[in-house]
């Protein structure tokens, strides 16, 4: 069993609660966390012993991208919401940019409120925020598929073009 850093205790497994506000909405959530006896008592005044609340990485990551995903699901989108949900998948504006298909300043403007997301927008964002929620596999595989359609040349066509279906 591992021991706290602090008090020297054994950890235990525990359920942390945490809310956190997002674009004026209030989200509340559980995700597991590890602990001592010692952290969930007041610390003596002046105190700088106090021990923590261990969350790991994943399940708070895993926590901001559900709040990700309602807000998109809403289908408005403020500009604080829509910058918590790109950093929300770790992406800067030039990769989502390029992810969308769209330039930087897009995204900028989005987020800075110039812009307002369409339902499209939100249904995009909606479908990548699902899955990285499902896999980090499936992510990556969304995110290369969009990028590669994005900036695929789209050859000339016209009134003579044939272009064969095979069996559909």
Request: proline share 4%.
């Amino acid at each position: 069993m591992n021991r706290c850093y602090n008090c020297g205790k054994d950890m235990y497994d525990c359920t942390y609660l945490d809310t956190a506000k997002v674009a004026g909405i209030k989200f509340v959530g559980r995700y597991p966390a590890v602990t001592c006896a010692d952290a969930m008592q007041e610390p003596e005044p002046d105190s700088e012993d106090m021990c923590d609340i261990t969350i790991h990485g994943r399940d708070w990551a895993r926590y901001e991208l559900c709040i990700a995903k309602h807000l998109v699901s809403r289908r408005a989108l403020s500009a604080k919401a829509a910058k918590f949900v790109r950093k929300a998948m770790g992406l800067k504006r030039e990769e989502l940019a390029a992810i969308m298909g769209v330039e930087p300043l897009d995204v900028s403007d989005l987020e800075g409120g110039i812009t307002r997301a369409t339902p499209a927008t939100c249904f995009l964002l909606h479908n990548l925020v699902s899955s990285k929620l499902r896999s980090e596999e499936e992510w990556e595989a969304l995110c290369s598929e969009m990028r590669e359609f994005m900036t695929k040349e789209v050859p000339e066509e016209d009134d003579t073009t044939t272009v064969d279906l095979g069996i559909v």
